[in-house]
């Protein structure tokens, strides 16, 4: 589904990405661990150009949405994206949040977005809560809706960076538990952690970055229970 080939991200003389090179398939849950500062999250916007790379290629669905000769707005919709501090619109409502991409970018009517947008709503509970403004509500609340919004665009790819990292303890589960549904329904993620037990139960494949690299990657039993790379080791030593 994804295909990056040596990626490289500089901003000015500060060199984040260093050559990565990663194949994500279809229905794969691919955790991305490491260190503050390591490159993640510009990794994560690379992947669906809210960077724009400074060399290497992302082949997407067929298409390489690092040659600016593609249509690269019909792959990003193709692409979810779920951030650490919600970035919902304060001045909409939930259903407006949630609608406004399907009608602006898709051109479908109002109708049918608010149709899909009660369905997404019903799924994580929060049907209630479609006339609400985003501060009438609990940080949990706002990372499902802001999930949903996402969805609401039949996206082939959701794209997490640390969505669990701004919300207070008590709301992580009901988040942890909308991705986790995500995951079995089949959806492919790309997901930026340190829910180290999210990436245990859920993921099929975990990267672990360091200095802008991939140090080491595997599935979630080799990285957590037999770290080979001693920056791994010492990561794992710390956070868990
Ligand atoms: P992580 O998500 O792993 O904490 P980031 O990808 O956010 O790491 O950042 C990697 C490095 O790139 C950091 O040194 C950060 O300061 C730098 N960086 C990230 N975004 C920008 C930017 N827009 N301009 C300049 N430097 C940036
Ligand atoms: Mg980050």
Do not use: W
Request: glycine fraction near 8%; charged fraction near 25%.
């Amino acid at each position: 589904m994804i295909h990056v080939s040596n990626l490289n991200k500089k901003f000015g003389n500060l060199h984040v990405l260093k050559g990565i090179d990663e194949h994500i398939k279809k229905g794969e849950v691919v955790v991305v661990i490491g260190p503050s500062g390591s490159g993640k999250s510009t990794f994560l916007r690379c992947l669906n150009l809210l960077e724009y790379p400074t060399s290497g290629e992302i082949v997407f669905e067929g298409v390489s949405i690092t040659d600016k000769k593609n249509d690269i707005n019909k792959q990003r919709e193709k692409m979810g994206m779920v951030f650490q501090q919600f970035n919902l619109f304060p001045h909409m409502t939930v259903l407006e949040n949630i609608t406004l991409a399907p009608i602006k970018v898709k051109n479908m009517k109002k109708e049918e977005a608010e149709k899909i947008a009660f369905r997404l709503l019903n799924r994580i509970g929060l049907e209630d809560k479609a006339q609400n403004y985003p501060n009438q509500l609990s940080g949990g609340q706002k990372q499902r809706i802001a999930i949903a919004r996402a969805l609401a665009m039949s996206p082939d790819v959701m794209l997490f960076d640390e969505p669990t990292s701004a919300l207070d303890p008590e709301m992580v589960g009901e988040v942890l538990d909308v991705m986790k549904e995500l995951a079995s329904e089949g959806m492919t993620m790309v997901v930026v952690t340190h829910e180290m037990g999210f990436a245990k139960e859920v993921g099929t494949r975990v990267l672990f970055m360091d200095g802008g690299k991939i140090v080491e990657q595997g599935t979630p039993e080799e990285i957590f229970t037999n770290p080979k790379h001693p920056r791994t080791k010492d990561f794992l030593g710390k956070v868990l």
